[in-house]
Each structure stands twice: as structure tokens, then as C-alpha cells.
């Protein structure tokens, strides 16, 4: 069962990321936690990819935009084998392949760079472009968070993929509604985010981000007329209580003691979920 198989690599990679978060004791611990469940069904239900051959040219393109969400991809690409799960150990350690904030030229399976936000989307309008005149029929997955949404940037892109057709290119918001300097809403508000995507030229679905079944469902609609984005409305901190309702979110501080009891209410919470 498709669904099965996400759900349960999502939990795992869950884990990683508390383990990794304890190695820092702080983090972007919440993003990577609300996030799992997309960063799952990518990985372990859509990607074309070989994992001893993570350059391989037929593969699909991921582009983590989101630099900071760095820990919850390394996540991903250990549970697709394409970084070994003991290496998660070195995450944010000096020589590490693993910082903190996404490099392409350190860790395999990074297809891009992170940092200043906004620059994903035009680099993924870019790539599904080039592949298009190449003739690769590889689709490229672009990552990106609802703060993005404030650059404009990112819809000069958005513009430039309808222009284009780019019906290779698929966008994923995470719509936590939560950013650096506070409440997304508070910053700047960009609701009616679906009808600004549509207005661009995409085929747009908007679904809960923390619902496996939702997300596979929401691929299996993709458009092959236009470039598609799928909206994923999450939680930060999903899976675990007692980060899920920490005021402080955005960059999390999390006590030596506390760690064990995130990993002890993700188990908990995961048990009652079907096979």
C-alpha cells in the first residue's frame, strides 16, 4: 500500500531529525517535523533517482529552496539510501557533508544551494527549461515555504513557467504559516495564495501537508496541460506534542532532557496510525 509505505518513512525520518536536532541541541527542528510527511511521499512514492548514482542524468530534479529545512532532507536521502544513515551523526559538525543550511557541493542528492529565500523557484523554472530543450524527460519538484511567497522573485517564476508550458516543473509550498520574524500572516499577508498561483497561469491544489493519502492523490492529479503546484497546509513540530505548541518555533532550543520525550511521543503517537 502506497500510503503505508510513506507514512512509515516519514516516522523514520522523524526520528532522524530529533536525532540529528540532539547533536546541536537546536535547530530548524520544527519545519523538518511538519514537513516529513511531504518530504516522504517525494522520496519514497514520486522521485526517479538512483541512490548509488545520485547524478545519474535521467533522474528527477528536488530542489530544496528552503535551505534552513536542510535537516529534514537529510532526512530524505537517508531513507532513500543515498546518504548512509550513520552519517546523519556528523549533521552540522565542522568537515560534515551535512551542514546546517543546504550546500550542493557538499552533500550528495542537493541538487541546489540554500540561503536567501526566493531564489529556488527561478533556478527550478531554469533547470525544467533546460531539460525540456535537452529533450530529458526528467521532471523537476521545486520546495518551498509560504515566507517565499513574500519575494517577488518567486513570481516573476511562477509567471515565466506558464509563459513557458513547463508542465515538467511541479512546486510544493509548506504553508506552516510561521516565519522568522513572526506569524506569516503578520509579515506580510499572501492569502489568497491559491488564486494568486492560478492567476499565474498553474494548476493548483491545495491539501493538508500532515495527510499521506491527500498528498499521493494530490500527484496523481497533476496537470499535463501546465505547471503544477500543490499547497500543503502543516503543522510545525507534527508528531510531537510537546513541540507542536512551542511558542518559539521558527528555531528551535530544545533541553538535553527533552529529546527522549520527543522521540518517546513520536513512537506513541505513531502506533495508532493504520498500516
Same mark, same amino acid.
Given at each position: 500500500?502506497?500510503?503505508? +509505505? #510513506?507514512?512509515?518513512?516519514?516516522?523514520?525520518?522523524?526520528?532522524?531529525?530529533?536525532?540529528?536536532?540532539?547533536?546541536?541541541? %537546536?535547530?530548524? #527542528?520544527?519545519?523538518?517535523?511538519?514537513?516529513?510527511?511531504?518530504?516522504?511521499?517525494?522520496?519514497?512514492?514520486q522521485l526517479r533517482f538512483r541512490a548509488d548514482d545520485p547524478d545519474w542524468d535521467g533522474r528527477d530534479r528536488f530542489l530544496l529552496s528552503t535551505?534552513?529545512?536542510?535537516?529534514?532532507?537529510?532526512?530524505?536521502?537517508?531513507?532513500?539510501?543515498?546518504? /548512509?544513515?550513520?552519517?546523519?551523526?556528523?549533521?552540522?559538525? /565542522?568537515?560534515?557533508?551535512?551542514?546546517?543550511?543546504?550546500?550542493?557541493?557538499?552533500?550528495?542528492?542537493?541538487?541546489?544551494?540554500?540561503?536567501?529565500?526566493?531564489?529556488?523557484?527561478? #533556478?527550478?523554472?531554469?533547470?525544467?527549461?533546460?531539460?525540456?530543450? %535537452?529533450?530529458?524527460?526528467?521532471?523537476?519538484?521545486?520546495?518551498?515555504?509560504?515566507?517565499?511567497?513574500?519575494?517577488?522573485?518567486?513570481?516573476?517564476?511562477?509567471?515565466?513557467?506558464?509563459?513557458?508550458?513547463?508542465?515538467?516543473?511541479?512546486?510544493?509550498?509548506?504553508?506552516?504559516?510561521?516565519?522568522?520574524?513572526?506569524?506569516?500572516?503578520?509579515?506580510?499577508?499572501?492569502?489568497p495564495v491559491p488564486d494568486k498561483w492560478a492567476a499565474c497561469g498553474w494548476h493548483v491544489q491545495r491539501v493538508d501537508g500532515n495527510d499521506v493519502?491527500?498528498?499521493?492523490?494530490?500527484?496523481?492529479?497533476?496537470?499535463?496541460?501546465?505547471?503544477?503546484?500543490?499547497?500543503?497546509?502543516? +503543522?510545525?513540530? +507534527?508528531?510531537?506534542?510537546?513541540?507542536?505548541?512551542?511558542? +518559539?518555533?521558527?528555531?528551535?532550543?530544545?533541553?538535553?532532557?527533552?529529546? %527522549?520525550?520527543?522521540?518517546?511521543?513520536?513512537?506513541?503517537?505513531? %502506533?495508532?496510525?493504520?498500516?
Amino acid at each position: 500500500m502506497r500510503a503505508a +509505505k #510513506v507514512r512509515d518513512a516519514a516516522y523514520r525520518m522523524r526520528h532522524h531529525v530529533l536525532n540529528m536536532g540532539e547533536a546541536q541541541g %537546536q535547530g530548524y #527542528v520544527g519545519q523538518a517535523l511538519g514537513a516529513a510527511d511531504m518530504l516522504a511521499t517525494v522520496y519514497a512514492d514520486q522521485l526517479r533517482f538512483r541512490a548509488d548514482d545520485p547524478d545519474w542524468d535521467g533522474r528527477d530534479r528536488f530542489l530544496l529552496s528552503t535551505g534552513h529545512y536542510a535537516i529534514g532532507l537529510y532526512a530524505a536521502l537517508a531513507e532513500a539510501g543515498i546518504v /548512509d544513515v550513520a552519517e546523519l551523526d556528523t549533521y552540522g559538525s /565542522d568537515e560534515s557533508r551535512l551542514p546546517m543550511s543546504g550546500m550542493a557541493s557538499y552533500t550528495p542528492g542537493m541538487e541546489i544551494s540554500g540561503g536567501s529565500l526566493g531564489h529556488g523557484l527561478p #533556478v527550478a523554472v531554469g533547470m525544467a527549461l533546460g531539460l525540456r530543450h %535537452q529533450g530529458n524527460g526528467a521532471r523537476v519538484l521545486n520546495f518551498l515555504s509560504d515566507g517565499e511567497l513574500d519575494e517577488g522573485s518567486t513570481w516573476e517564476a511562477a509567471m515565466g513557467a506558464s509563459h513557458h508550458g513547463l508542465t515538467n516543473l511541479t512546486a510544493m509550498v509548506d504553508i506552516n504559516a510561521l516565519q522568522a520574524d513572526g506569524p506569516t500572516a503578520g509579515v506580510l499577508r499572501t492569502e489568497p495564495v491559491p488564486d494568486k498561483w492560478a492567476a499565474c497561469g498553474w494548476h493548483v491544489q491545495r491539501v493538508d501537508g500532515n495527510d499521506v493519502q491527500a498528498l499521493l492523490d494530490a500527484f496523481d492529479r497533476i496537470s499535463t496541460e501546465a505547471p503544477s503546484v500543490i499547497l500543503c497546509d502543516t +503543522k510545525v513540530g +507534527k508528531g510531537v506534542p510537546l513541540l507542536e505548541t512551542r511558542e +518559539k518555533a521558527h528555531f528551535m532550543r530544545i533541553d538535553a532532557d527533552e529529546w %527522549q520525550i520527543c522521540r518517546d511521543q513520536l513512537t506513541a503517537g505513531y %502506533q495508532g496510525v493504520p498500516a
